[in-house]
């Protein structure tokens, strides 16, 4: 086990993490995160100058670990499809088989919790949720705007708002999915937007269509 306090940092972020989620950044105390992780208020201060320290440590740990699996979902699409549009599909379908096993509502976005509360949150916190936003938006424009020049698509599509289009559906999954408490929402809903794309760029109207054009 490390000795360097690395594990005690990680269980007050995970702490953090669960308690945002569950009360908000503004409902939660610092009593609160060192009762759950079992230390004293001395032992937190060795990792974190304050509450809003702690908020931005965590927000850069999820933030990365975001990244992380934004790239790792978007390099086994890569792998399975040479086809942009079917790597698209692919990556929509990664997220469906994550969420769709789930026996209890997913407990949210901490992403979305912050856009929630941002009047806590100092500039460079602001930047790190804004910034996490931005790159889900510029990576899935890069796929849509690969597979729109390959598979034109039956209307106009604007790629950058079709991207937040999925973070958009991704999001409103998790509250519908927690409100209501049926797990299922999630995978559902990522299903409905797996589709719609597979039905924007497919061509079934042949050659009526093309001699419409």
């Not at 939660?28 to 702690?54: C, E, P, W």
Request: hydrophobic content about 40%; glycine content about 4%; overall charge neutral.
């Amino acid at each position: 086990m490390p000795k360097d306090g690395s594990a005690t940092r990680d269980s007050l972020l995970d702490a953090t993490q669960a308690l945002i989620l569950d009360r908000g950044f503004a409902g939660m105390t610092l009593d609160d995160v060192v009762r759950q992780v079992g230390i004293t208020k001395g032992a937190f201060f060795y990792h974190f100058r304050s509450k809003n320290d702690l908020g931005k440590a965590l927000m850069k740990r999820y933030s990365e670990l975001d990244a992380r699996s934004y790239e790792e979902s978007c390099a086994r699409a890569e792998k399975l499809s040479r086809d942009p549009l079917q790597q698209l599909l692919i990556f929509i379908g990664l997220f469906e088989e994550m969420f769709e096993n789930l026996t209890e509502p997913y407990p949210g976005c901490l992403l979305a919790s912050y856009v929630y509360e941002l009047q806590q949150f100092d500039s460079a916190t602001k930047k790190m949720v804004a910034e996490a936003f931005t790159r889900w938006r510029t990576l899935l424009k890069e796929k849509l705007d690969a597979a729109v020049k390959q598979h034109p698509p039956k209307i106009r599509v604007d790629t950058a708002s079709l991207a937040d289009s999925f973070t958009v559906v991704l999001e409103g999954a998790f509250i519908i999915a927690k409100a209501v408490n049926e797990p299922r929402v999630v995978a559902d809903q990522l299903r409905h937007f797996k589709n719609y794309i597979e039905l924007l760029f497919s061509d079934r109207a042949g050659p009526a269509r093309k001699a419409r054009a």
